[in-house]
Structure formats: C-alpha cells, structure tokens
C-alpha cells in the first residue's frame, strides 16, 4: 500500500514538471477552435443580435438563418454544395487512381525515361498554382471545354504528390518477390497490379485521395477562373461572391456566416472519421523503401 | 492472360532460366509505360503545355490592325517588352513587399508552433494529446476562403468578440483590418490554416525516431526540454526542411485570403499581392501577355528559392557530416 503510495507521489512528481506543456498544448487547441466555435454561435444569432450582442453567447436565429441559407438565390445553395462534393468526390477517385498507377509502374519497373518522367512530375510541385490557371483556361476556352464541368475536374486529377507518395508507398508496401511469384504463375501485369498491388496499397491510396479531396474541396482560383455560371460554382467560390455583395447588404452576412458554417461540418466529421487511416508519416519519408 | 495457360509447375521449376525469363522481359518492357501513361498524358497536357504557353504569351502583345469596327486583334512577338512594363509597374514592387511582410510573419510561426506542438505530443507525461492534437488539425478541413471569411468577422469591429470586449473596456476596437494590423491578420489565417498539416508531418517524423536514443541521453541525465533540442530538433530536420519548402511555396501564392478579405477593408488594393496583379491584369484589363510575364517570373522565382533553400541545407548537411 505505502509502496504504491510512494510510487504514485513519484510520479506525479515527475508529471508536475508536464503542467506547463499540457497548458501549451491547450492554449493551441483553443486557439485551433476559437474560430469554428464563433460561427456556430453567430449561426444562431438573428442578423440585429449579430451587431449587438457579445460573440460566444447563442442567439435566437439559427432556423431563420437556415431556412434563408437554403432559400438564397432559389436554393443556390444547395447547388454549391452538391457541385463541391461532385468535384471533389469524383476529382478525388480520379486522381487517386490516376497516382497510384504512376506510383506503382516507378517504383515496380526498371525502364527508359523513368527518372526524367518521375523528376519532370515532382517539378510540378514548384510552378504555381495561377502560373498554370490562366494558360489551362485560354487552352481550354479554345476546346470549348471553359466553364463546364470537365474544366474544374480535369485539371485537378495530375497530382505530383499524390503520384510521390504512391511512389513512396509502392516500394515499401508492395514487395518485388510477390510480384515475381505471380509472374511465374502467369499472372498478366494488369492483373498483378488489380490483385495484388492495389490491395497492398490501399491504406497510401485513403491518404492520396484524402490530400486529394480536401485540396479540391478547398480549391477557390480554379473553379473562380474557370466558371462564369453561378449554378456550377463550388462552396467556396459561393461563399465569396455571397460575401462580396454582403459588403453592402449586412443582413447578407448572416447568410455568409451560416453558409461558412453549415460548409466545414462534412469536412470536419470525415476528417475525424477517417483519421485514423491517414498515412501521414509518408510525407515526412518515415517509411522507407 | 486467359488466352496463355500458365505452365504447369515442372516446366516452370526445369526452365526457369531461359525460355520464360525472355518472355517475361518483353512483356515488363511496355506494362511500365501503360501505367505511367495516364499521368504522363495529364502532365503534359495540363501542366507542361500550359507552362510553354505562358512563357510564349509572355513574349507577345496585342496589335490591332485595321482600324474602327473591322481591325482585328492579333499577337504579335513582343520581345522582352512584358517583362520590362511588369518590372517596372509601381504596383508590383509594392506587392513583393507585401508578401515579404506576410511571409516574414506566416512562415516562421507555422513551422514554429508546428514544431512546438509536435515536440509536446511527443513529450511523455503531457496530457489529453489526442484532444489537442485533432483540434489543432481541424483547421486543415477548413478552405482558405472560408477561414478567411470566419476570421474577417472575426476581426470586423463590429462582429468582432475581442474588438467587443476592448470597446467595453472603452479602448476602441483592435484595428486587424487596418494599415497597422493587416499583415498580422492575414498572417493569423495562414498560420492558424497551417499549423496542424505541418504538426502531424514532423510528428509523425518525431515517432519514427527509435526510443532507444531518447533512452540513452534520459540516462546520461539529460531532462525532457534538453532531449527536445539536442536530440529530437536535430532528427526532425528533414520534416522541418520538407515542410518549410511547402510554406515558403504556399507563402508565395498567396491569393485567397486578401481577395477574401478585400470587401471588408479599404486596405487591400486589387494589386496587393503579385497574384491578385496576375488575376487583374488576364480578366480585369484584359492583359494575358502582361499575366504570363509575370507569371512565368512567379514561378522562376519560386522554383529559384525552393533551389536555393535546398542547395543551402544540402551543404548545411554535408558541413555537419565531415
């Protein structure tokens, strides 16, 4: 009993020393969740609490404002929504799919050209993202392609990250001497890479299509460049354009406030579901092939 | 594969050297290409022509010829006539200093707080780490337009809880979207976007390191603040150095949060950053050569830096070696 006793005062004599690290910690958790509690309350408050009254106390609008967010622009709203799940969703498989075979073909095969495509691929990282907006919409304005669907997805889906953190993945996950074992037993390269690669790399595949489909659904130059039609906007470019006419219309504001609102709660609950499957050590090259 | 039976067992285990080895190689040799295509295809359409054909429009301009109703737009080559008119636009020099400022303020204390908060994850005896380590990364769902729209209310005098709370105070309200307080601002939702991305990238680095090392300074005496920074810091540099390059990158095109911004201040011009310039000069005024200039010199520049900041910390690592 005293033993124990002992043993536990020890030890919350060497936590003691952890105090302050913990109030750190906690003081960014705040700091990390500060903003994301202020827009719910302000969705709750009717546009005149808005102006009136203190921050972080809950107001008497939250079904107003909801209904008015869905009723804006004849349910404009909801459109946003949709298109950004559409892009990023769909973005998000494609480019994922798109990576993983390049990831797999370098880091499986010796061939001619493979570190010029590879290094050419991984460049890309560096031209920024406006440097290629303004030549892809020009390009595609001329293939009639501007404005549509195709003109926010297709750019999106070449990925050098994702096609690096296949590659990455690739070569630790997937090991050469079952590649070679089904070989000898005939199998074909795509049917090697569809049942064996594939399911070898799934957990690398989660974390490429999760960067994926929060980069797209983060996405604002792209789709603001590229769209004229109010209709295909995506939430983010929604937002904006709501929030720049709200400069001169304050009741505007409350609808901008609970669209910011009601648009991170789908992000937010996948990301902590899906948290738990990010590789994420691969970005910093903890695995090694 | 259907069509070619696989060998039966024997044959294999008697030829394994020869006839099956020579076929296997000519079908090795084009499987490779039929998986990269795809990304080589894309590349070259969306990112390899486009590049090329900014730094063509950059090296054009307009000419009308003709006259009244009937002159017809055309491109004519230009020589380095782009560029000069972009250098020496007023509007760029004050856009460059712009995002010094801001960069000066977001790089370091993302990497920095990433860092600090990796390293107290990685601290034994701290405690609720899960908790802090998800609401630290929550941010990450959040878009940049939206984080800049939560934070413009948030810094708007009269939405704002701590303009509420000074004004009470009778000391007025926090000017964030004024001259004096808008690089913090700015900077603000750069560093509360990016902290938790870079957090888990160098944590994650931190928990690769073998126990062992921290086992081994913990007995030569050394408490958990000195393992921090004699031994960890120094194990992470890689992660630090990946996610430092991507800040600086990020840094640069800087672009969602000013444009976010801008209807809530008078502050933030339509050229106050180079990217906001680019935007203006294709759509607003109509001049995509003068665009593509400055967007083929955006990108020399970044590719020039992210150049420099390796070449420097490769020679930093050979130093420390020999």
């Known amino acids: ?289 | 594969m259907t069509l070619t039976p696989a060998p039966p067992a024997a044959v294999v285990a008697q030829t394994r050297t020869a006839p099956p080895r020579k076929r296997q190689r000519s079908r090795t040799r084009f499987a490779p290409y039929l998986f990269v295509g795809p990304a080589v295809v894309l590349f070259v359409l969306f990112m390899l022509v486009p590049i090329i054909y900014a730094a063509y429009l950059s090296f054009t301009a307009y000419k009308i010829q003709g006259g009244g109703i009937l002159g017809t737009k055309t491109l004519v080559f230009a020589g380095f006539d782009n560029y000069v008119s972009v250098l020496t636009d007023p509007a760029l020099g004050s856009g460059f200093w712009h995002l010094a400022l801001y960069s000066a303020i977001a790089v370091p204390l993302t990497l920095g707080l990433a860092l600090l908060f990796a390293l107290l994850l990685d601290t034994p005896g701290v405690r609720a780490t899960r908790f802090g380590q998800t609401a630290i990364f929550i941010p990450y769902a959040v878009p940049g337009v939206i984080a800049a729209l939560l934070w413009g209310f948030m810094y708007l005098p009269s939405t704002s809880p701590f303009s509420y709370i000074t004004k009470a105070l009778g000391w007025g309200p926090i000017p964030f979207l004024e001259s004096s307080g808008i690089f913090g601002s700015i900077g603000n939702i750069a560093v509360w976007g990016g902290v938790g991305f870079n957090m888990i990238i160098i944590y994650t680095s931190l928990r690769s390191i073998p126990a062992e090392i921290y086992e081994a300074a913990r007995i030569d005496g050394a408490n958990e603040r000195q393992i921090a920074l004699r031994v960890k810091i120094p194990l992470v540099v890689p992660a630090l150095l990946l996610t430092g390059i991507f800040s600086v990158i990020g840094a640069l095109q800087l672009y969602s949060e000013p444009t976010t911004l801008k209807p809530m201040t008078d502050i933030i011009s339509q050229t106050w950053v180079p990217l906001m310039t680019i935007y203006r000069n294709a759509f607003l005024t109509d001049d995509l050569p003068g665009a593509a200039a400055l967007s083929v010199l955006l990108a020399v520049g970044t590719v020039a830096l992210s150049g420099l900041v390796l070449w420097i910390s490769n020679r930093r690592a050979k130093g420390a070696q020999s």
């Not at chain 1, 990576?99 to 050209?113: D, N, P, Q, R, V």
């Not at chain 1, 999106?156 to 079952?178: H, K, M, N």
């Open chain 1, 1 to 289: 009993m005293t033993a124990i006793a002992t043993r536990e005062t020890a030890r919350l004599a060497s936590n003691r020393g952890k105090v302050w690290p913990t109030v750190i910690l906690m003081i960014g958790a705040i700091y990390c969740l500060i903003p994301v509690l202020w827009v719910f309350t302000a969705t709750s408050k009717s546009p005149s609490e808005l102006f009136t009254t203190f921050s972080f106390l809950p107001g008497s609008g939250l079904l107003d404002n909801l209904s008015d967010l869905f009723a804006y622009g004849g349910g404009q709203y909801g459109l946003w929504a949709a298109n950004s799940i559409l892009y990023a969703g769909v973005g998000g498989v494609l480019s994922t799919f798109v990576s993983t075979m390049a990831g797999y073909g370098l880091a499986k095969y010796e061939f001619k050209g493979r570190n010029l495509i590879f290094y050419s691929i991984l460049g890309g990282v560096l031209i920024p993202g406006i440097t290629l907006a303004i030549p892809q919409y020009l390009l595609l304005s001329q293939a009639g392609l501007a404005g549509g669907v195709m003109s926010v997805l297709l750019p999106l889906i070449i990925s050098p990250f994702g096609i690096y953190l296949s590659r990455v993945y690739a070569s630790a996950a997937v090991p050469q001497d079952t590649i070679e074992a089904a070989r000898l037993d005939g199998a074909s390269e795509w049917r090697i890479f569809l049942r064996i690669g594939l399911p070898m790399m799934l957990p690398g595949m989660v974390t490429v299509f999760m960067l994926q489909f929060v980069g797209i659904w983060n996405n604002f130059l792209l789709p603001f460049i590229m769209l004229s039609d109010q209709n295909s906007y995506p939430l983010t470019v929604g937002l904006y354009t709501l929030l720049s006419k709200g400069s001169g219309t304050p009741a505007l504001y409350s609808v901008a406030i609970t669209g910011a609102a009601v648009s991170i709660i789908p992000l937010i609950a996948l990301m902590l579901f899906l948290q738990r499957f990010w590789r994420l050590d691969l970005l910093s090259g903890a695995v090694k092939g």
